[in-house]
């Protein structure tokens, strides 16, 4: 679905590259989640995928980028938002009308999609992020989450396969952020939507990415399972990425001879652990 080999990317007027010789394959159905110190390239990365590097910034571009089998510098980012939507950290920065149909059926009509067709897809794609209520709502009357729903509204209505999100929950709060990110599952389990998210919140990747990609300057770092990558305290320390709390406990736990299991990525799993370790001790 996403295919990168040997991606460099350095912007006009720098020298360090922001992105340096990124090779990774992203399967059909992944939720990926992409974190990293500042600076790592975690949003040129994000850029490269939509298409707006080479096509809107510029600088050397080395490298091949292939997203839903179209190469990115062969296709204009209009043709490559047919598979890849794209959303960014500001909601306000996104949305463009005064109504929430009206700003669904913007980028629609931009792409002289028929009128009866808009409609059908403005209904579908409110559905899909659950929020049929806000159809008929003016935008100023939003708060921040519903904003970033409406923004992800917008960008599935294309029908994309792959949604790549930069930091969607910078601006939320806790009861927002975690409506992004069940709209975000619901996307990839039930309409098979591949996820990628730059993401500042650890917490929110383990519980529901499937895979990590950490970064740090322009280059991966750490690529796998959410398990595994996480369970590499080491590297995450040392770049100052600091891990869920459940894996920083399981950590000091295996680090004093405690623990010998898997490690935790969500609360339940961090209940089991604790469980386990007192019944070892009053053995
Ligand atoms: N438009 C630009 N022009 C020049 N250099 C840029 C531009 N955007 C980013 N950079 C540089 O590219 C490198 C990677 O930046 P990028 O924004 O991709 O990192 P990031 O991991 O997303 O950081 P953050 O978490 O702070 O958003 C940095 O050194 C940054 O200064």
Not at 69 to 78: H, L, Q, S, Y
Not at 84 to 109: H, K, N
Not at 119 to 134: H, N, V, Y
Not at 222 to 244: C, F, H, K, M
Request: hydrophobic share 40%; aromatic share 6%.
């Amino acid at each position: 679905m996403i295919n990168i080999k040997g991606l460099s990317f350095i912007y006009n007027d720098t020298k360090e590259p922001a992105l340096n010789n990124i090779n990774i394959q992203i399967n059909e159905g992944e939720f990926v989640g992409i974190a990293g110190p500042t600076g790592a390239g975690k949003s040129t990365l994000t850029l490269c995928l939509n298409g707006v590097i080479p096509h809107f910034l510029h600088g050397d571009f080395y490298g091949e980028v292939k997203v839903d089998g179209k190469d990115t510098v062969d296709n204009g980012c209009a043709k490559i938002a047919y598979s890849v939507g794209s959303v960014f950290q500001d909601p306000e920065a996104q949305i463009v009308s005064t109504g929430v149909e009206d700003e669904i059926a913007f980028g629609l009509e931009n792409l002289n999609i028929p009128r009866i067709e808009i409609a059908q897809r403005i209904k579908e794609s409110l559905e899909m992020t659950g929020i049929s209520e806000l159809r008929h709502y003016s935008t100023s009357q939003l708060s921040g989450g519903q904003k970033q729903r409406v923004a992800i509204a917008s960008a599935i209505a294309l029908r994309p396969k792959i949604l790549v999100l930069d930091e969607p929950t910078s601006e939320l709060d806790p009861k927002g952020s975690l409506d992004i990110f069940n709209t975000l599952r619901r996307l990839n389990q039930e309409y098979n939507i591949t996820i990628v998210v730059v993401e500042q919140k650890i917490q929110l990747l383990s519980e529901y990415c499937s895979r990590l990609v950490i970064m740090e300057k322009g280059n991966i770092l750490l690529d796998g399972a959410t398990r595994s990558v996480l369970a590499d305290q080491e590297t995450l320390q040392r770049i100052g990425v600091s891990a869920p709390p459940v894996t920083r406990l399981a950590y000091m736990l295996k680090k004093q001879g405690l623990y010998q299991g898997e490690f935790p990525i969500n609360v339940d799993e961090a209940h089991l652990m604790v469980s386990k370790v007192l019944h070892e001790k009053c053995k």
